[in-house]
T-cell receptor, first 112, second 111 residues
Framework: KAGVTQTPRYLIKTRGQQVTLSCSPI?????VSWYQQTPGQGLQFLFE???????NKGNFPGRFSGRQFSNSRSEMNVSTLELGDSALYLC???????????FGSGTRLTVV | KNEVEQSPQNLTAQEGEFITINCSYS?????LHWLQQHPGGGIVSLFM???GKKKHGRLIATINIQEKHSSLHITASHPRDSAVYIC?????????????FGTGTRLTIIP
């Protein structure tokens, strides 16, 4: 059974640009959540989607947005990139909102 | 004060020892997760708890809702258990459920 697939694995962007990250959940999983991990702040919750609807949101500025498609695939977009956005971005999927997660390997974003 | 506190921050033990990692939180929660992150960065979800106790192999997780405390135990520890263990709590706030993570416990098991 395929796991959670995140693309791309690595990305280098310039300050001010925008970026879109993709997450394909495990087949049958309808909940997708996104996280940011940095050495300074640790893991932080970005948002959670279930059946194409954003259900929950963390404390990130509006530059961070996401969406979920009818096939449960999800994308995350960061506009007007800042140096501090350099991080490992992880997504996780679960069958329901209240079940265990399966994490992808992450996208490592470097903003220069 | 952080909403989620983990202890200890670092733990080194000999192979075979019984390990306990603690997680305390300061607000009401709807669920608590224990995660394991290996040096390569991959994260594995170990448990999701809302009450009581769960066991999977050598791992046991407990939660005491009244005391706002959870523990993760590893029996017969092995070097492959070396990883960072992170607890995360789901907090409801006016209909929005937000996940808050602890800073992690770095566990090293020496052969």
């Amino acid at each position: 059974k395929a796991g959670v697939t995140q693309t791309p694995r690595y990305l280098i962007k310039t300050r001010g640009q925008q970026v879109t990250l993709s997450c394909s959940p495990i087949s049958g999983h309808r909940s997708v959540s996104w996280y940011q991990q940095t050495p300074g702040q640790g893991l932080q919750f970005l948002f959670e989607y279930f059946s194409e609807t954003q259900r929950n949101k963390g404390n990130f500025p509006g530059r961070f947005s996401g969406r979920q498609f009818s096939n449960s695939r999800s994308e995350m977009n960061v506009s007007t990139l800042e140096l501090g956005d350099s991080a490992l971005y992880l997504c996780a999927s679960s069958r329901r909102e209240d079940s265990r997660w399966t994490f992808g390997s992450g996208t490592r974003l470097t903003v220069v | 004060k952080n909403e989620v506190e983990q202890s200890p921050q670092n733990l080194t033990a000999q192979e075979g020892e019984f390990i306990t990692i603690n997680c305390s939180y300061s607000v009401g929660i709807s669920a608590l997760h224990w995660l394991q992150q290996h040096p390569g960065g991959g994260i594995v979800s170990l448990f999701m708890l809302s009450s009581g106790k769960k066991k999977h192999g050598r791992l046991i997780a407990t939660i005491n809702i009244q005391e706002k405390h959870s523990s993760l135990h590893i029996t017969a520890s092995h070097p492959r258990d070396s990883a960072v263990y992170i607890c995360a709590v789901k907090i409801s706030n006016f209909g929005n459920e937000k996940l808050t993570f602890g800073t992690g416990t770095r566990l090293t098991i020496i052969p």
